[in-house]
């Protein structure tokens, strides 16, 4: 486990399975007061840089960060790896060290979770993850404030996840897990998420008096949902298994109007973006009235303000 390796004297946020639910809870409570209220004068992160590693392109996750921290007052910085000695070899630890000594927080997004893990070991400041192959956490903390925004309680309501067990379905399955949100997913198997994982938020939802299933047909997990939530069925990175993946999921997984009407009247539709359209969902259901995908973008910025402050204001 990732806690033998780093310093845990230094609060980071590599993936929700670390984070507390009280601390989850908090952080959700700032978005949504920064969301309702505005943001608070007086520059609280004034004098705070944040270093910005990018391997992979992004739209959302890139704009949300830089946009928070600039309401905030602080300053960031955006690496793109080429641009590094990373990208001529220095190694992940040494540049973790190194930009310990300039900024106050490095935000990465890596091809390999085990990179954050190593930026993790620099001792001094925090490492948040903006996406990496095991974990989206990020994403997971924009997408419950969006279903609480919804459902007012979040231990009334159903979300049922249809496809591939990505990094997306990772994170959210441990947010709902945490927080006591009923979650069932539909992912075919060899695409689930590792048992160990499945078996932890098992734990965390049987604490909480929530239920976790897992089916292999996307009509019975969205049976009674009030949210239902699709990825891409090819990620960033696993583009050579297209004609594979895509064999596999669709047409059974594809959320489409025939398969959000099985769920709740009025149930909405949700996806972290950017989409595939006409593979994991129909145009007719992502701008549809019942879809959440631009509160959900938007919520990315509130967010990771309120987990900024959370973690660098005084
Ligand atoms: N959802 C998400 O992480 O979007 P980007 O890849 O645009 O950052």
Known sequence: M????????????????????????????????????????????????????????????????????ARLG??????????????????VLDTG????????????????????????RNGRIPVINALSDRHHPLQALADVMTIWEKARNLRSVKVAYVGDGSNVAISLLQICAKLGVNISLAIPEGYRPDKAILREAGEWAEKNKSTLEIYDDPVKAVEEADFVYTDVFVSMGSEEEREKRLSVFLPKYQVNAGLLSKAKKNAYFMHCMPMHLGEEVTPEVAYSTASLIYEQAENRMHTFAALALHLLAK
């Open 2 to 69: 990732w806690e033998q390796h780093v310093d845990m004297a230094v609060k980071h946020f590599l993936s929700i399975s670390e984070q507390s639910a009280e601390d989850l809870r908090k952080i959700l409570n700032l978005a949504l007061r920064l969301k309702r209220k505005g943001y608070p004068a007086g520059s609280p992160l004034r004098k705070k840089v944040v270093a910005m590693i990018f391997q992979k392109p992004s739209t959302r996750t890139r704009v949300s960060i830089q946009s928070a921290i």
């Open 74 to 91: 602080g300053e960031s910085l955006y690496l793109g790896y080429s641009e590094l000695q990373l990208g001529r070899g220095e190694t």
């Open 97 to 120: 060290r190194v930009l310990a000594r300039y900024v106050d927080a490095i935000v990465a997004r890596v091809f390999k979770h085990d990179d954050l893990l190593e930026l993790a």
